[in-house]
């Protein structure tokens, strides 16, 4: 059984940064990060294989955000600089599963960025 749980969302001005954090039970085979926003598509935003080697970003996102994974905490985080108004959206952490598919989901951290 994998469960992931978010933490790491809140308030921030423009410009501001946070570091979300997914803590991981079970096993998972690749981690990643989507966002939400109401009314809109969700989106991929980065993605990470289990030995940090490897990442893939969105174009929204590439340059402010930063992926990584902490395998001694079973712990996936984003790094979020840079941030605008547009990137308010509740957050959410993946895991793959076996067949390469997102098949593990945590339940979202509300990320809301304003002056």
């Known amino acids: 059984q994998v469960r992931l749980v978010e933490s790491g969302g809140g308030l921030v001005q423009p410009g501001g940064s946070l570091r979300l954090a997914c803590l991981v039970s079970?096993?998972?085979?690749?981690m990643g990060w989507f966002r939400q926003a109401p009314g809109k598509v969700r989106e991929l935003l980065a993605v990470?294989?289990?030995?940090?080697?490897?990442?893939y970003y969105a174009d929204s996102v590439e340059g402010r955000f930063t992926i990584s994974i902490d395998n001694t905490k079973s712990t996936t985080y984003l790094q979020m600089n840079e941030l605008r108004e547009d990137d308010t959206a509740t957050y959410l952490c993946?895991?793959?599963?076996?067949?390469?598919?997102?098949?593990?989901w945590g339940q979202g951290t509300q990320v809301t960025v304003s002056s």
């Open positions: 079970g096993r998972t085979y690749g």
């Open positions: 993946t895991g793959r599963g076996k067949e390469g598919l997102f098949d593990y």
């Open positions: 990470i294989n289990l030995n940090g080697s490897k990442t």
